[in-house]
């Protein structure tokens, strides 16, 4: 119950008193945290704040024009967009290990941002001195301890602890005391859209790990454009008992490229293609989740569009594995 307005004024003073006329980087990844730490930065120190958006190629269907349009268009954030696609997907050529694959989009990302970060550092004097990160206090509780006891890595995330010690920066967290929906309250306050606040969460590997076994830029073409008619679908689908529509009833919503070909018909003809599974879970803490029972209504007029529209695909399943055993994510 605290007051919105006097919390963001409040922020806003602790980071100029911070920062004072330095220069401050952060790296914007599209996600909620990130995102609203970039707003409440760009609020109080405007031009100061540089964002570094690294798209690995692996992002949904035009998400990084939205997140350009979003902070340069209508917050006028200074915004690096790096194209490393290429490096990426190069990198990832060949490989189909889960594990294996994780390892080297979390590499690669803190190569692509450590590089652009000591070029913003290297301006003299006027250099960076500061890197934002959107640390949220569920984030900084995990670091603390129940991480360390876990004795199996099922899945190893992105890890950029380290990184400011890495780049000689100072570390600028502002987000360190909320909890998620305090946070989504904050960017909602900041004049961030609704709908990207609320957003399903998305794992920094992206379709990496939503492409079963080796990447390819085909599989990811495919995938971009099936999982953008599922997530349409779910917006557009309004459940009347609760007037909420399937988006918002799911924790988190999702399509998986699955690089098995099966038979199909189409018209006169015969059709050899790829299939996808369609996955959505609800949960409250994401260590546990049941999949959705969804309307056969939706899932129906889901893979009617996506086969009829994604040519290439000609096959559309439906997850029925809760967590445990199954993981949220394939991989
Ligand atoms: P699993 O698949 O382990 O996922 O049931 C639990 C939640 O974590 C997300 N996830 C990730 N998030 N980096 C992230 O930031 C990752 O490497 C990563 N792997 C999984 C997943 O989307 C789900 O919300």
Same mark, same amino acid.
């Given at each position: 119950?605290?007051?919105?307005?006097?919390?963001?004024?409040?922020?806003?003073?602790?980071?100029?008193?911070? =920062?004072?006329?330095?220069?401050?980087? $952060? &790296?914007?990844?599209? !996600? +909620?945290?990130?995102?609203? /730490?970039?707003?409440? #930065?760009?609020?109080?120190?405007?031009?100061?704040?540089?964002?570094?958006?690294?798209?690995?190629?692996?992002?949904?269907?035009?998400?990084?024009?939205?997140?350009?349009?979003?902070?340069?268009?209508?917050?006028?954030?200074?915004?690096?967009? =790096?194209?490393?696609?290429?490096?990426? $997907? &190069?990198?990832?050529? !060949? +490989?189909?290990?889960?594990? /294996?694959?994780?390892? #080297?989009?979390?590499?690669?990302?803190?190569?692509?941002?450590?590089?652009?970060?000591?070029?913003?550092?290297?301006?003299?004097?006027?250099?960076?001195?500061?890197?934002?990160?959107?640390?949220?206090?569920?984030?900084?509780?995990?670091?603390?301890?129940?991480?360390?006891?876990?004795?199996?890595?099922?899945?190893?995330?992105?890890?950029?602890?380290?990184?400011?010690?890495?780049?000689?920066?100072?570390?600028?967290?502002?987000?360190?005391?909320?909890?998620?929906?305090?946070?989504?309250?904050?960017?909602?306050?900041?004049?961030?859209?609704?709908?990207?606040?609320?957003?399903?969460?998305?794992?920094?590997?992206?379709?990496?790990?939503?492409?079963?076994?080796?990447?390819?830029?085909?599989?990811?073409?495919?995938?971009?454009?099936?999982?953008?008619?599922?997530?349409?679908?779910?917006?557009?689908?309004?459940?009347?008992?609760?007037?909420?529509?399937?988006?918002?009833?799911?924790?988190?919503?999702?399509?998986?490229?699955?690089?098995?070909?099966?038979?199909?018909?189409?018209?006169?003809?015969?059709?050899?293609?790829?299939?996808?599974?369609?996955?959505?879970?609800?949960?409250?803490?994401?260590?546990?989740?049941?999949?959705?029972?969804?309307?056969?209504?939706?899932?129906?007029?889901?893979?009617?569009?996506?086969?009829?529209?994604?040519?290439?695909?000609?096959?559309?399943?439906?997850?029925?594995?809760?967590?445990?055993?199954?993981?949220?994510?394939?991989?």
């Amino acid at each position: 119950d605290w007051i919105m307005g006097d919390y963001i004024s409040e922020a806003v003073e602790k980071i100029r008193a911070q =920062v004072g006329s330095e220069e401050v980087i $952060l &790296g914007l990844s599209g !996600g +909620v945290d990130s995102s609203v /730490a970039a707003a409440l #930065i760009h609020r109080a120190i405007g031009d100061q704040l540089t964002c570094v958006f690294v798209d690995h190629g692996l992002l949904r269907l035009n998400e990084g024009d939205m997140v350009m349009d979003m902070f340069v268009g209508k917050l006028h954030a200074k915004v690096i967009r =790096v194209d490393a696609a290429d490096q990426f $997907l &190069g990198h990832l050529a !060949g +490989v189909s290990d889960p594990e /294996a694959k994780r390892k #080297i989009i979390g590499r690669e990302f803190v190569e692509v941002f450590k590089a652009e970060a000591a070029k913003l550092k290297g301006e003299g004097a006027k250099g960076a001195k500061w890197l934002a990160q959107g640390t949220i206090y569920p984030d900084v509780i995990e670091s603390g301890g129940a991480k360390s006891k876990k004795a199996v890595t099922i899945k190893s995330h992105h890890n950029v602890g380290g990184l400011p010690e890495q780049l000689g920066l100072k570390l600028l967290e502002p987000l360190r005391e909320l909890f998620k929906d305090e946070v989504r309250e904050l960017g909602v306050a900041l004049g961030l859209p609704y709908h990207m606040v609320y957003r399903h969460p998305f794992p920094g590997p992206g379709l990496g790990v939503r492409i079963l076994g080796e990447v390819k830029k085909v599989y990811a073409d495919l995938l971009r454009r099936a999982d953008a008619i599922f997530i349409e679908e779910l917006r557009n689908f309004i459940d009347p008992e609760t007037g909420k529509s399937w988006y918002d009833l799911t924790s988190q919503a999702f399509t998986v490229f699955l690089p098995v070909k099966s038979v199909g018909v189409m018209g006169d003809g015969r059709t050899y293609d790829y299939v996808v599974a369609l996955r959505a879970v609800q949960t409250s803490d994401f260590m546990t989740a049941d999949w959705a029972e969804l309307p056969y209504a939706l899932l129906k007029k889901v893979s009617g569009r996506i086969i009829n529209e994604v040519r290439g695909i000609n096959r559309v399943t439906y997850d029925v594995s809760s967590k445990p055993p199954a993981t949220i994510e394939w991989e």
